[in-house]
Each structure stands twice: as structure tokens, then as C-alpha cells.
């Protein structure tokens, strides 16, 4: 079993940064994790990937270049961090785990463990 809980989620200004992190627990070591996040009315889409040995890493379109996600296994934490932030970046991040491949990384049903979420708004 995997546990996740993420935490980092406020208000912010458009053009501004914000760190998510995410606590993990389980058998994690040989598991990717991601983000994914769901705009107000919009499925949930994959925003960031890492591969279980962190060598490889995979991003969306819209946060490339943004966004950047790391990972220590010491602290048990994945992280998230949000550059130049954007109104269309509004939603609720969640954490998932799942898998020892990296294909298809942004894929919800590659993912098994998913963590409660926590709300990011991006104001204009």
C-alpha cells in the first residue's frame, strides 16, 4: 500500500510561484509518481511526471518549460514547483503513484494511489 498527502495549495498572484508537496509512504522506491490536477469543470489532466529512478522526467504542453517536478526518497516527499502561474492554472493538484515503467507518464489510469489533493487558485 502507498499513502499520499499533499500540502502547499493557496492564493496567488498571476505571474507568481508556489511549491506543492507531496508526503509519501509504502512501497514507493520502484514506483513513478506525478501530478495531475482538475480545472473547476474540466477532467483531470497529468501536468508533471517522474520516473522511478528519477532519471527521466515527463511535463504537458502547458507547464513545460513552468513547472518542475523532483523527488527525495530521504525526505519521502515528490515536489512540485510552479513558476509563472496563470489563471488557466487554477485547480486541485493531486498526487499519484503507481507502476514501475514510464510509459504513457500523464495517463490517470496508469496511476493506482492518489492522494486527497490540495486547491491551488491563480487570481488575475
Known amino acids: 500500500q502507498v499513502q499520499l498527502e499533499e500540502s502547499g495549495g493557496e492564493a496567488v498572484e498571476s505571474g507568481g510561484s508556489l511549491r506543492l508537496s507531496c508526503q509519501f509512504s509504502?512501497?514507493?522506491?520502484?514506483?513513478?509518481m506525478a501530478w495531475f490536477r482538475q480545472g473547476p469543470g474540466k477532467e483531470r489532466e497529468g501536468v508533471a511526471a517522474?520516473?522511478?529512478?528519477?532519471?527521466?522526467?515527463a511535463y504537458d504542453d502547458d507547464t513545460r518549460g513552468r513547472f518542475t517536478i523532483t523527488r527525495s526518497n530521504a525526505r519521502s516527499t515528490l515536489y512540485l514547483q510552479m513558476n509563472a502561474l496563470r489563471p488557466t492554472d487554477t485547480g486541485i493538484y493531486y498526487c499519484?503513484?503507481?507502476?514501475?515503467?514510464?510509459?504513457?507518464?500523464?495517463?490517470?489510469?496508469?496511476?493506482?494511489?492518489w492522494g486527497q489533493g490540495t486547491q491551488v487558485t491563480v487570481q488575475v
Open positions: 499519484a503513484a503507481g507502476g514501475n515503467s514510464f510509459d504513457q507518464p500523464l495517463s490517470r489510469d496508469r496511476y493506482t494511489y
Open positions: 509504502g512501497s514507493t522506491s520502484a514506483v513513478r
Open positions: 517522474i520516473a522511478p529512478t528519477r532519471l527521466h522526467t
